[in-house]
């Protein structure tokens, strides 16, 4: 009998339990996320590429693409700034209640999104603890969705810059100020670019998570159409009309922009990684 | 390298001079030139927390101030009212259903990455990270395609009485897709860097399978383990999209928390809505702690692996 060890194995291996364990791995990978996610790519092709060309073209759906973009974009590049700011202060200065501090970072992870919603649609709406000070209105226009992503899009700079600036070698720096640098010198041209794979990274994940985003969004948003309507909400009112085929057109935008992103990543992860393994 | 630090020169020290004549030494130069100056340490953590505090902890502080806005007794009957209760037993069912699932997952996938070298592998891990890169949207939609009415399986479906979308597999299927990875990429990475030999010894000493399993590796990954098992619990009893779009919203049957929470807030009952999401906040901070106390506790023993 062929089995799995004879055919994929590269290297004699002792242990037992290899056929089993891979074999169950990939057939529940099949059934739970290969095999549906196959079915949104095969509904699009059974229909007609005109019909898919006009869903995802029309123009309610394309302000929805630029709005989707544009907040995920700002918020991702705030995240990458101030994310790499907390990052740099829970590293290296001591200050009271930092490791409280340091774990309460990944609360948009543990924070449901609706949860999120509703407390930031009431921060932030005209009569809200936050909203009520700010001369322009955020919760129900697109700055709400801007700060919505976020909120959620906080931790992922600030963990994945985190680890490699604690990696960083002091013996760097001290050489950077020996030959005479400056520290904001030695910040701009030793200590950035060896942060620069991680940072990209970050904002790269950051950026990945905003634009599928849905949760915490709508509660804030308003959803008006053309103005404050996210992509995976126009996918939601699609369902909502029975128009499988419509939802289904621009789930396949956003899939591909998504396993794009996934590719990008990857490459980053990769370089990041060798970057550290210098 | 002892030759080294004699040839030093630090400030306020002559070359070649007398030993005894040296004053105290100031603080070193260079411990100064490879930090920053107090006002510039202290903008900088202000302004971290300053960004911290408004996007974080008042949103965080706000849902409990909230929920007790109109007082204890509509916080307690928001979260004692027949939809609430019904809701929060969906959310466990469902949470009860997909963390077992998907952690038997990881340690198969964990078990078959990690001790083996197969082709193949770095394609099997890029796929494992794939629902984290899906919109919650889409992972309902997926379902629908393929159990509801107009789907795949519809009519066979319809025929012969079964009910998945809309009913309680639909909201389990969802639940598993979006915390699929979790489990699985906390174990990989720690047990590639455990290797092998412990398992082969134990092999060659003739422990079975299941005993290498049971007796070598899961001790040895119990803490990522159970870091991982607490991330996948928080996103199931958390997940608002995928369910949203496979419940269907009957009340009292296919509501989870999140769900209702929803409800209750586009029915502007504010005070019961923030009433329940307080709930789920609760669990997020129990999440919180759990991870840094576990956290603590896979760092302790990497470093101790390294030790050995």
Same mark, same amino acid.
Request: charged residues 15%.
């Given at each position: 009998?062929?089995?799995?060890?004879?055919?994929?194995?590269?290297?004699?291996?002792?242990?037992?339990?290899?056929?089993?364990?891979?074999?169950?791995?990939?057939?529940?990978?099949?059934?739970?996320?290969?095999?549906?996610?196959?079915?949104?790519?095969?509904?699009?092709?059974?229909?007609?590429?005109?019909?898919?060309?006009?869903?995802?073209?029309?123009?309610?759906?394309?302000?929805?693409?630029?709005?989707?973009?544009?907040?995920?974009?700002?918020?991702?590049?705030?995240?990458?700034?101030?994310?790499?700011?907390?990052?740099?202060?829970?590293?290296?200065?001591?200050?009271?209640?930092?490791?409280?501090?340091?774990? =309460? &970072?990944? #609360? $948009?992870?543990?924070? !449901?999104?609706?949860?999120? *919603?509703? @407390? +930031?649609?009431?921060?932030? %709406?005209?009569?809200?603890?936050?909203?009520?000070?700010?001369?322009?209105?955020?919760?129900?226009?697109?700055?709400?969705?801007?700060?919505?992503?976020?909120?959620?899009?906080?931790?992922?700079?600030?963990?994945?810059?985190?680890?490699?600036?604690?990696?960083?070698?002091?013996?760097?720096?001290?050489?950077?100020?020996?030959?005479?640098?400056?520290?904001?010198?030695?910040?701009? =041209? &030793?200590? #950035? $670019?060896?942060?620069? !794979?991680?940072?990209?990274? *970050?904002? @790269? +994940?950051?950026?990945?998570? %905003?634009?599928?985003?849905?949760?915490?969004?709508?509660?804030?948003?308003?959803?008006?159409?053309?103005?404050?309507?996210?992509?995976?909400?126009?996918?939601?009112?699609?369902?909502?009309?029975?128009?499988?085929?419509?939802?289904?057109?621009?789930?396949?935008?956003?899939?591909?922009?998504?396993?794009?992103?996934?590719?990008?990543?990857?490459?980053?992860?990769?370089?990041?990684?060798?970057?550290?393994?210098? | 390298?002892?030759?080294?630090?004699?040839?030093?020169?630090?400030?306020?020290?002559?070359?070649?001079?007398?030993?005894?004549?040296?004053?105290?030494?100031?603080?070193?130069?260079?411990?100064?030139?490879?930090?920053?100056?107090?006002?510039?340490?202290?903008?900088?953590?202000?302004?971290?927390?300053?960004?911290?505090?408004?996007?974080?902890?008042?949103?965080?502080?706000?849902?409990?101030?909230?929920?007790?806005?109109?007082?204890?007794?509509?916080?307690?009957?928001?979260?004692?009212?027949?939809?609430?209760?019904?809701?929060?037993?969906?959310?466990?069912?469902?949470?009860?259903?997909?963390?077992?699932?998907?952690?038997?997952?990881?340690?198969?996938?964990?078990?078959?990455?990690?001790?083996?070298?197969?082709?193949?592998?770095?394609?099997?891990?890029?796929?494992?990270?794939?629902?984290?890169?899906?919109?919650?949207?889409?992972?309902?939609?997926?379902?629908?395609?393929?159990?509801?009415?107009?789907?795949?399986?519809?009519?066979?479906?319809?025929?012969?009485?079964?009910?998945?979308?809309?009913?309680?597999?639909?909201?389990?299927?969802?639940?598993?897709?979006?915390?699929?990875?979790?489990?699985?990429?906390?174990?990989?990475?720690?047990?590639?860097?455990?290797?092998?030999?412990?398992?082969?010894?134990?092999?060659?000493?003739?422990?079975?399978?299941?005993?290498?399993?049971?007796?070598?590796?899961?001790?040895?990954?119990?803490?990522?383990?159970?870091?991982?098992?607490?991330?996948?619990?928080?996103?199931?009893?958390?997940?608002?999209?995928?369910?949203?779009?496979?419940?269907?919203?009957?009340?009292?049957?296919?509501?989870?928390?999140?769900?209702?929470?929803?409800?209750?807030?586009?029915?502007?009952?504010?005070?019961?809505?923030?009433?329940?999401?307080?709930?789920?906040?609760?669990?997020?901070?129990?999440?919180?702690?759990?991870?840094?106390?576990?956290?603590?506790?896979?760092?302790?023993?990497?470093?101790?692996?390294?030790?050995?």
């Amino acid at each position: 009998m062929i089995t799995a060890r004879a055919l994929l194995l590269r290297r004699h291996s002792v242990l037992p339990g290899f056929d089993l364990a891979l074999g169950f791995a990939v057939l529940y990978l099949c059934f739970i996320v290969l095999i549906p996610l196959s079915a949104v790519f095969l509904k699009t092709f059974s229909g007609s590429l005109d019909t898919f060309w006009a869903t995802v073209s029309s123009p309610r759906v394309v302000a929805s693409y630029k709005l989707t973009f544009g907040a995920s974009l700002v918020a991702a590049l705030i995240n990458a700034v101030f994310g790499l700011l907390v990052a740099w202060v829970l590293v290296r200065y001591p200050f009271p209640g930092k490791r409280i501090i340091d774990a =309460l &970072v990944d #609360l $948009p992870f543990a924070l !449901p999104t609706a949860v999120a *919603g509703i @407390a +930031l649609t009431a921060l932030y %709406a005209q009569n809200g603890w936050i909203g009520r000070f700010l001369p322009f209105k955020v919760s129900f226009t697109p700055v709400g969705v801007f700060v919505a992503l976020t909120f959620i899009g906080l931790p992922f700079v600030v963990r994945t810059v985190q680890p490699v600036l604690e990696d960083l070698h002091k013996e760097l720096e001290e050489a950077a100020a020996t030959l005479g640098a400056s520290r904001l010198q030695t910040f701009g =041209l &030793v200590i #950035l $670019p060896a942060l620069a !794979p991680a940072l990209l990274t *970050g904002f @790269a +994940l950051a950026f990945a998570r %905003a634009l599928g985003e849905y949760g915490s969004v709508i509660f804030i948003a308003g959803n008006m159409p053309m103005i404050s309507e996210i992509t995976p909400l126009l996918i939601i009112s699609k369902l909502e009309q029975y128009d499988y085929t419509g939802a289904t057109a621009i789930a396949v935008v956003m899939l591909v922009t998504a396993f794009v992103l996934l590719l990008a990543i990857n490459l980053l992860q990769a370089w990041t990684r060798r970057r550290q393994g210098r | 390298m002892s030759a080294i630090p004699s040839d030093i020169v630090r400030p306020g020290e002559e070359a070649g001079a007398p030993v005894a004549a040296v004053r105290p030494l100031a603080p070193p130069r260079l411990a100064n030139a490879v930090s920053e100056p107090p006002w510039v340490r202290r903008l900088l953590i202000t302004v971290a927390l300053a960004f911290l505090t408004l996007f974080l902890f008042v949103p965080l502080i706000s849902v409990f101030v909230q929920a007790f806005a109109k007082g204890v007794g509509v916080y307690w009957a928001a979260l004692s009212d027949p939809d609430a209760v019904s809701a929060l037993k969906m959310t466990l069912l469902a949470a009860s259903i997909s963390v077992p699932l998907n952690l038997v997952f990881g340690v198969a996938a964990a078990w078959a990455i990690a001790k083996f070298d197969f082709r193949g592998k770095d394609l099997l891990l890029t796929l494992i990270d794939l629902p984290f890169s899906v919109s919650p949207v889409i992972a309902g939609l997926i379902y629908v395609l393929i159990f509801g009415l107009q789907g795949w399986f519809g009519e066979w479906l319809r025929d012969h009485d079964i009910k998945i979308i809309f009913a309680v597999p639909g909201i389990v299927l969802a639940t598993v897709f979006v915390t699929f990875p979790f489990v699985a990429r906390e174990l990989i990475p720690l047990m590639q860097a455990q290797g092998q030999d412990q398992e082969e010894a134990a092999r060659v000493l003739g422990a079975s399978g299941w005993q290498i399993l049971w007796r070598v590796t899961l001790p040895n990954v119990k803490w990522a383990l159970l870091y991982g098992v607490i991330l996948c619990n928080a996103r199931a009893m958390g997940e608002f999209g995928a369910v949203s779009v496979v419940s269907g919203h009957i009340r009292g049957q296919t509501n989870t928390l999140p769900l209702h929470i929803e409800i209750l807030y586009n029915e502007y009952q504010f005070a019961a809505a923030f009433g329940v999401a307080s709930l789920l906040a609760g669990l997020a901070l129990v999440t919180l702690v759990l991870k840094y106390l576990v956290e603590r506790r896979v760092k302790a023993s990497a470093a101790a692996g390294d030790h050995e």
